[in-house]
């Protein structure tokens, strides 16, 4: 039996971890949401990874969403879905605590849970094609406060509640326009340029990658920034990777950063 | 005498909520203000509507903000201003507030307290010609902290900062750019689009709405999920209309929502 | 010597103040931080300014950031990165609390600290060929918590994680899709099209535009409205300058505000 989701090394720097149930389009079930969330919180420990990507298989559909098909069994009620959601949302948890840098590559449909997953890394690059969209308040069910709250952090109200009082399918340009993709590329060309920016961030120094994200989860968590906050703000000052870093400024080289 | 503001059901689902001054392109006067807030506060104990349009009258403006004639009677210093100022925040309040799903259909001038109100809403929808602003530098006056908050919301502190310091009266392609509309359409089909829209909404289960909007709201006000409103996120597997929404999915048929 | 912060008076009214140090493309020196930070210290004192631009010598860039040159002298580890931090995040905090409003006139590179200090002025204008981004991560830096905030403040944890995690930099169209700039003009009008802004900001009643910035802030740092903000929120309606504007409405004469 293949994985639900599978993980791939691309290389020393980078993990492409994938929604692969392409024959429902990587309709998402409980299994999944389980596998996808016990992977991200092992990449919590992982030291030495620069980024992680995250796409559905098959090229066509990013994901739909949750699979319907299997809410009779899983979900049909409070006590089911409690259950259910205990999963999924420590899953979302677990995407947006990732210290690694993370970003979506999204072909094709990016729906319901699919969108959530998405608006829990930190970029997110679509094709020309892509479809966005929560039509929940068809099947009568809300999406959850921890759900929604990533969305909000995303698009604010206004974009939120069209997004989810409409119900609509939208396009890539509308979904730039409403902030939810950072880039929009031809269809053909959305791995291209995903691994160049994955390329990009992992040129960077990847301490300084991971502090960077501590510090916005740390500042949009609270309103002042506390003295323990501001001083990791001068640590990047004493790792090797500063003096690679300045060095290879001013011979005008490119850094060979060390993680250290 | 006809009323300032009209109020009108057009159907079982929907009411149009009217300002009603066309003559001088619906600025507001205090007593407006009151009936306004008098309606959304009603609206607060309605439980079968499914969502409310506001607009101007006329079709040629929504509001061009408060009647500035009217000052020198009701708000010529600061303990008169305070007075009006309570109808004026508690309605916006009102319309914040209210639990039905708002959409406030633009047609031509959206402007200083207009522009509040709108930004009240859920939903904005404009015409290519409606222009929008907040020139109230000019008479002297600050927008209250009440109102501004509102503002600032929708569309951060830059924006805000830009519409206010400058005072400048701009086009519906500069306010979609901004962000302070859903949506431009050409002039002609602002209704017809509003109540396409309104139409999705209503095609939606109406418990999902309601709760979606308090989830938001209860999101933008805390930083924490309390347990109370993680619970409530599961509530909606135990209605009806989850049954009905679930069933309707599988048949492929269209769901009609009950309600409950 | 020629000051490497240069403070001009346009008119009664308004300040021009320049990065000047345009052989190096006005790149920022500790000097040039603590004297910049004095110059907005001082100006919260300033009763009658009305309006504060900044601006980098040259014309062809607003600054490139921090003097790279510079850090093996001033911030080659913590302890001295802490001891240059204080001046340049007391500088930003100066240009954010500046009670006057502030135009920042971004002429070729905002990049880095250049970027830093215009994110945190009330407004950006920049021209076509100008350019943004922050590529510490090559140089195996973070941004301090304290400089991240301005950013976060401005456009978001999605834009700010990839302006920080790619370190690209980006040219004027992508900065205004992305809510870094207000406005965006023909290289040749940036200085026409910036002072004209100013004169429509100095052209409303001074003490509202004050008490714009300070609600807008005070609404920022707190989620609710405190009653001394509230009771604020009318004291222009005892102001002359009301009077003045009121009367200016109803002749339709332009108002000359007293700034009282």
Redesign the interface.
């Known amino acids: 039996m293949t994985d639900l989701i599978q993980i791939k090394k691309i290389n020393e720097r980078v993990l492409e971890v994938s929604l692969n149930r392409p024959e429902k389009l990587n309709a998402l079930t409980k299994p999944m949401w389980k596998k996808l969330g016990s992977i991200f919180k092992d990449l919590k420990k992982n030291k030495t990874l620069r980024c992680v990507v995250l796409r559905g298989k098959g090229g066509k559909s990013f994901s739909p969403g949750n699979d319907?098909?299997e809410?009779?069994k899983t979900?049909?009620?409070?006590k089911?879905?409690?259950e259910y959601?205990v999963h999924l949302h420590g899953t979302l948890a677990a995407i947006q605590e990732c210290p690694i840098?993370t970003v979506a590559l999204i072909e094709g449909l990016c729906v319901g849970g699919g969108l959530e997953i998405a608006a829990c890394c930190?970029?997110?690059i679509c094709g020309n094609s892509s479809r966005f969209g929560v039509p929940?308040?068809?099947?009568?069910?809300?999406?959850?406060?921890?759900e929604?709250?990533a969305l909000?952090?995303?698009v604010?109200?206004?974009?939120?509640?069209?997004i989810?009082?409409?119900?609509?399918i939208f396009n890539s340009e509308e979904a730039?326009?409403k902030?939810i993709v950072?880039r929009v590329v031809p269809d053909h060309d959305v791995e291209k340029e995903t691994y160049q920016?994955v390329e990009?961030?992992c040129?960077?120094?990847p301490?300084?990658?991971r502090?960077?994200?501590q510090?916005?989860d740390?500042?949009?968590?609270?309103?002042k920034?506390s003295n323990k906050?501001?001083?990791?703000?001068?640590?990047?000052?004493?790792?090797k990777?500063?003096?690679?870093?300045?060095k290879?400024?001013?011979t005008k080289t490119k850094?060979n950063?060390k993680n250290k």
């Open positions: 319907i098909g809410f009779a979900r049909s009620n409070s089911l879905a409690k959601g840098p930190d970029l997110r929940i308040k068809r099947l009568g069910l809300t999406m959850a406060p921890r929604l709250q909000l952090q995303l604010g109200r206004s974009v939120t509640m069209e989810l009082l409409e119900g609509r730039y326009a902030g950072n920016t990009r961030i040129d960077g120094a301490l300084v990658a502090w960077h994200k510090f916005a740390e500042l949009l968590a609270k309103k920034i906050l501001n001083n990791l703000g001068y640590k990047c000052y004493d790792t990777d500063f003096q690679i870093g300045y290879s400024f001013l850094p950063f």
